[in-house]
């Protein structure tokens, strides 16, 4: 079993956010670096260490995970896509 048969549930999950984005006319590259900033926000937000900061980081780290994951998908849309782009998004990644 892959991850494949999921497609389309993730597909109209993401078209309301893929759509956004190119409305506001990001490239794959700007969400990425949005997920990147998300990132950077949620370590602080844990490192203030205070229950309440906790659930900010939480939500944080969980808008970096999607932001990726629209950034895949709005270079799919976009025709883009490429090696190129990978390492870009996947740069975010470890601070996960």
Known sequence: MTL???RPVA??????WVAA????GLSPDQVSVLAFAA???????F???E??????GAGL???NGWLDVVDGALARRQ???SDRGRPVGSRSRPLR
């Open 4 to 6: 494949d048969q999921f």
């Open 11 to 16: 597909d109209r999950l993401l078209g309301p």
């Open 21 to 24: 984005a190119s409305r506001l």
């Open 39 to 45: 990132a950077l926000l949620a370590a602080g937000a």
């Open 47 to 49: 490192a203030a260490a």
């Open 51 to 56: 229950p309440t900061w906790y659930v900010v």
């Open 61 to 63: 780290v969980l808008l």
């Open 79 to 81: 025709g883009v896509d």
